[in-house]
């Protein structure tokens, strides 16, 4: 976890309601990105931002929505959209982004989003 | 399509004995494999890295091995301990103009007494 911190550690939303999920840094990375975990499935990824003020759409962004105002918070907010929001979702750190790196992943705690 | 495969979905050790966990991917070109171990409700950590040149990278009790001419790897635990007790995920990065990072499913490995 290190210097990742995710809160809150679980959140539960009713159907149609907008939640914030915070991700915040003190590596002084360039990059972070959200990811989502499902049971028996890979990560999917839903954004990731390179730089401060840009972000991009993974694969799985559809009914998301981030922010990068600042380089320590890269927050995620999963609207009512979203029609299956349930899951584990995890937010991670790279030094730098870019192709013919071999900079780790560094990943927060998660967050566990349950829709009741 | 790019995709990595991990074998067995789980399993199941007993204390002290050694595993070997299996990846398979058909990411092309490849930059670089990892193998990272997730405990329950947390988020990965990373355990090794291997690239195109290397075939076997050890961290502690941990060995893993890549073959890039059959796209596979695998993760061997020595003497395994309670706290090997997590997931294990192979992670696969492509060498395309945004470093494609393709995870795989994970491996579920409980270590009893």
């Known amino acids: 976890d290190g210097g990742i911190t995710q809160s809150p550690k679980y959140l539960f939303r009713k159907e149609g309601q907008n939640v914030t999920l915070s991700c915040e840094q003190n590596?002084?990375?360039?990059?972070m990105y959200w990811y989502r975990q499902d049971p028996g499935q890979g990560l999917r990824l839903i954004y990731y931002?390179?730089?401060?003020?840009?972000?991009q759409k993974g694969d799985i962004a559809e009914g998301y929505s981030v922010s990068r105002e600042k380089k320590e918070s890269f927050p995620l907010t999963v609207t009512s959209a979203q029609k299956n929001p349930t899951a584990f979702y995890l937010c991670?750190?790279?030094?730098?982004?870019?192709?013919?790196?071999?900079?780790?992943?560094?990943f927060g705690p998660g967050t566990r989003l349950t829709v009741l | 399509k790019n995709q990595v495969e991990q074998s067995p979905q789980s399993l199941i050790i007993l204390e002290g004995k050694n595993c070997t966990l299996q990846?398979?991917?058909?990411?092309?070109?490849?930059?670089?494999l990892r193998w990272y171990k997730q405990d329950t409700g947390r988020g990965p950590v990373s355990l090794t890295i291997?690239?195109?040149?290397?075939n076997t990278k050890s961290n502690g009790r941990y060995t893993a091995t890549l073959d890039a001419d059959t796209k596979q790897s695998s993760l061997h635990i020595t003497a395994s301990q309670l706290s090997d007790s997590a997931s294990y995920i192979c992670?696969?990065?492509?060498?395309?103009?945004?470093?494609?990072?393709?995870f795989g499913p994970g491996t579920s490995l409980s270590v009893i007494p």
């Open positions: 291997m690239t195109f040149s290397e």
């Open positions: 590596l002084n990375h360039d990059a």
């Open positions: 931002s390179q730089i401060v003020n840009d972000f």
């Open positions: 991670a750190t790279q030094p730098a982004g870019g192709y013919n790196f071999v900079n780790e992943q560094f």
């Open positions: 990846c398979n991917y058909t990411v092309s070109p490849f930059s670089n």
């Open positions: 992670v696969v990065r492509g060498k395309t103009s945004y470093d494609k990072v393709i």
